[in-house]
């Protein structure tokens, strides 16, 4: 999706700060900027709408209403920009766990608009990455945890050394066109079954 084609929600109750969030990104480019004024009821709004990229301000915010935005945007899976007149650091922490891209506290110019725009995306891009790596990672590890299983599990069910343990399992997984984690489960859990 090329960048300008990006869809954009603003989430604003006060019309005039919306119109200066909605200008600062038409003046970027960005055709697909829809503006709501009203918190209830977004969660189908953005379901329905599927935006690449939220800008939510917040002139006021109290408790209950952050507490409801940010449980709405640990599920989004999408860059968050979010405008605040004040804050503290405890609403700052809560705002990077609940997957706010980019947090501005009192910066509502419309010339910072797009520079944010490309932070929230970029800083939301980086963080996915991490992710993925993380969870490539682990589930790495978790392989490597059941193959070692497996091995021994064989090494002493048919006395073979790690060496023959280890090419049995690769062998099978090449002859089953199966991951190798795969035979190894099934070993596992076949002598789960035995023992």
């Given amino acids: 999706m090329a960048y300008l084609d990006l869809t954009i929600l603003v989430i604003d109750e006060n019309a005039i700060r919306a119109s200066i969030i909605e200008e600062g990104l038409r003046e970027a480019g960005h055709v697909k900027v829809t503006v709501v004024h009203e918190v209830n009821g977004i969660a189908r709004i953005i379901e329905t709408l599927q935006p690449d990229v939220i800008f939510i301000d917040l002139e006021n915010p109290n408790r209950d209403m952050m507490e409801h935005l940010f449980q709405l945007t640990r599920t989004v899976g999408r860059p968050i920009?979010?405008?605040?007149?004040r804050s503290d650091t405890a609403s700052i922490e809560a705002a990077v766990d609940a997957g706010v891209s980019a947090y501005i506290v009192d910066g509502l110019k419309k010339?910072?608009?797009?520079?944010?725009?490309?932070?929230?995306?970029?800083?939301f891009n980086a963080f996915s990455r991490l992710r993925r790596e993380l969870a490539d990672a682990k589930s790495a590890l978790e392989e490597r945890k059941i193959v070692e299983r497996a091995k021994?599990?064989?090494?002493?069910?048919?006395?073979?050394?790690?060496?023959?343990?280890?090419a049995l399992l690769r062998q099978t997984a090449m002859?089953?066109?199966k991951k190798m984690a795969?035979?190894?489960?099934?070993?596992?859990?076949?002598?789960g079954?035995?023992?």
């Fill in 111 to 123: 010339e910072r608009v797009k520079p944010i725009l490309d932070m929230a995306v970029s800083r």
């Fill in 182 to 191: 795969d035979i190894a489960q099934s070993v596992v859990t076949a002598a």
């Fill in 175 to 177: 002859n089953e066109k």
């Fill in 152 to 166: 021994g599990i064989l090494m002493k069910m048919r006395g073979l050394s790690e060496e023959q343990a280890f």
């Fill in 193 to 195: 079954l035995l023992l």
């Fill in 81 to 85: 920009a979010m405008f605040v007149d």
